[in-house]
């Protein structure tokens, strides 16, 4: 079993949709974790990064983390035709911890 | 800065030749990360370098992979001989930490290698 586990997708949504994407894990050292985007043809990203449990908002973009379930989400609001790209979530148990990656999700969102 | 720079940007090689990719991280980082990314195992990291040093290794998947930092703004990564399942994007990454709030690791544009 992976540490991290992650929907590959693809999903596609229409324009203007709430996107919710996810990922588990089985490490309950994790502490720190984020959220990358990685266009087609392009290296990942930071988008997003919070330190243990709640919410961390940032313009269109929610994320969530719940340490007792195991489970992180990104949510994205108003989605829009640029938003389209594959959704990496990623996580590690310190400072001094190499980080640990999802496979990734694809999502394209339909204008 | 102009970023992580990565060379060549695609590689096409037949198997059993021997291939060298290279990495340029940006200046000031101590950390020099390699992955490999394939639609079936996603993102996995090879061999992270602190100061020039390797740190773990433990990513690389055989003997025929190996890497190097001679200084603090050039990595190599080299696979002999390269075998079709070597096909992937290869990405290198430098970072100011390893990680901890609000670390970022900086990828390059990847180099996509194909072993014919």
């Known amino acids: 079993q992976k540490e991290v586990e992650q929907d590959p997708g693809p999903l596609s949504v229409p324009e203007g949709a709430i996107v919710s994407l996810n990922c588990t894990y089985s490490?309950?050292?994790?502490?720190?974790f984020m959220w990358y985007r990685q266009y087609s043809r392009k290296g990942p990203e930071l988008l997003m990064y919070?330190?243990?449990?709640g919410n961390k908002e940032d313009g269109r973009f929610t994320a969530q983390v719940d340490k007792s379930s195991k489970y992180i989400s990104l949510f994205i609001r108003d989605s829009q035709p640029s938003d389209s790209a594959t959704y990496l979530c990623?996580?590690?148990?310190?400072?001094?911890?190499?980080?640990?990656f999802g496979s990734g999700t694809r999502l394209s969102i339909r204008p | 800065d102009a970023g992580v720079i990565q060379s060549p940007r695609h590689e096409v090689t037949e198997m059993g030749q021997e291939v060298t990719l290279r990495c340029k991280p940006i200046?000031?980082?101590?950390?020099l990360f390699w992955y490999r990314q394939t639609m079936m195992r996603g993102l996995e990291l090879l061999i992270y370098f602190n100061n020039n040093v390797p740190i773990d290794d433990s990513g690389m998947p055989e003997d025929r992979f190996s890497a190097k930092m001679p200084n603090a703004s050039f990595s190599t990564l080299k696979i002999q001989p390269s075998e079709p399942r070597d096909s992937a994007v290869y990405f290198c990454?430098?970072?100011?930490?390893?990680?901890?709030?609000?670390?970022?690791?900086?990828f390059g544009p990847g180099t996509r290698l194909t072993v014919l």
């Open positions: 200046s000031g980082h101590d950390y």
């Open positions: 490490n309950s050292a994790f502490q720190y």
């Open positions: 990454a430098s970072s100011s930490r390893l990680a901890g709030i609000n670390n970022e690791q900086f």
């Open positions: 990623a996580m590690t148990r310190s400072s001094a911890s190499k980080i640990i």
């Open positions: 919070t330190y243990s449990s």
